[in-house]
């Protein structure tokens, strides 16, 4: 999963990065690098299988973020193109939002504002594009049957309303798919709170606006937890309930993450390897397959199936095979979080 952090200057991007990676990017109003840091998924499925197994490979489920510095202020007069490059490649976006004063800009924090913005940035640089294709749909004949559908999204976009509340019908779907549009990614918004703020949390306007805009927001001391993140396990308890924190960002981070795109881990194992494969919810076992090797979905025969709890509670294999827990699902079976698979094949 590849996760774009994105902003304003001066939102606290970059320290964020840092908090959530481990790293140490240069920070600063004027950090101009594009930074990218990965992060393994903490699955303690993995860890018990790798135990029992005495793996000689345990692989984890990773989140690459990549940081790209933002527009210089809300005043800015769009985004560059560096910046509309990154967020292209990137699969869903954080928002990492200011809320706390600073002297490198002159104005205050405001939450709403800048989400508002950060929105309308995304927007333009997309209305950009259909107003081109619009321009050559009116020039090409064989292209006349995608008019209806990019009017329409054109009067969305100039509604002020992003591409992820726009309904496609399923005949439609394909003919947005070359065009990654920015605002069409699932979004994420991160609070980047000052020290004496972080058990107060955002503002209550914010907390009412976010959620009328369909969208989910988590909250962050980003310079105090970076701090503590530096720490050996115990310090890092005593100064998160200091700051009123039940848990490090990371892990909190992380849940919002997959419950933003809708992903859940499906699990291997052996003595070679247990390793946690992460796919879309709904998912078929033979896309699933193909996660691991293309050539497994190319053949697919049928998966054999075990579910995590059921293999813990039974202990083996075997077990499961003798208590009818290990089932053989075709290609159309729809692989639920937890599941352990093999798969037969044949190309």
Not at 129 to 146: D, G, T
Not at 323 to 339: C, M, N, S, T
Request: charged share 30%; proline share 3%.
């Amino acid at each position: 999963m590849k996760v774009g952090l994105v902003g304003f200057a001066s939102a606290g991007k970059t320290t964020v990065f840092n908090t959530l990676t481990g790293l140490s990017a240069e920070v600063g109003g004027y950090a101009k690098n594009t930074n990218i840091g990965v992060i393994q998924v903490p699955d303690p499925r993995v860890e018990k299988l790798s135990q029992i197994f005495n793996s000689k490979k345990k692989t984890l489920a990773r989140i690459e973020f990549v940081d790209v510095a933002g527009p210089e202020s809300k005043e800015a007069s769009g985004l560059d193109q560096k910046l509309i490059n990154a967020i292209r490649e990137v699969e869903a976006l954080v928002l990492v939002l200011r809320a706390f004063e600073t002297p490198m800009l002159a104005s205050g924090p405001d939450l709403v504002r800048d989400l508002e913005n950060f929105e309308a940035e995304l927007a333009i640089s997309d209305l950009v594009q259909v107003e081109n294709r619009l321009e050559r749909i009116m020039k090409e004949k064989a292209l006349e049957r995608e008019k209806d559908v990019f009017t329409r999204t054109k009067a969305h976009l100039e509604a002020s309303k992003p591409l992820r509340t726009f309904a496609l019908r399923t005949d439609e779907i394909a003919l947005f798919a070359n065009f990654r549009f920015l605002s069409q990614k699932p979004l994420l918004l991160l609070v980047n709170l000052p020290e004496d703020q972080i058990a107060k949390g955002a503002s209550a306007e914010f907390k009412t606006a976010a959620p009328a805009r369909g969208l989910q927001f988590i909250e962050m001391g980003a310079n105090a937890e970076m701090e503590i993140a530096q720490l050996d396990a115990e310090n890092q308890k005593e100064f998160l309930a200091h700051l009123g924190i039940t848990e490090p960002a990371r892990n909190r981070f992380i849940r919002s993450a997959y419950e933003l795109l809708d992903l859940i881990s499906f699990l291997t194992m052996g003595e070679d390897e247990s390793r946690a494969w992460t796919i879309k919810r709904g998912m078929s076992a033979q896309k699933a397959g193909g996660r691991i090797h293309t050539d497994i979905e190319r053949g697919f025969i049928r998966a054999e199936v075990i579910s995590y709890a059921d293999f813990i509670a039974l202990g083996s294999e075997a077990k499961c095979r003798e208590a009818g827990k290990l089932r053989l699902e075709g290609k159309e079976y729809i692989v639920q979080d937890g599941d352990i698979m093999s798969f037969r094949f044949n190309v």
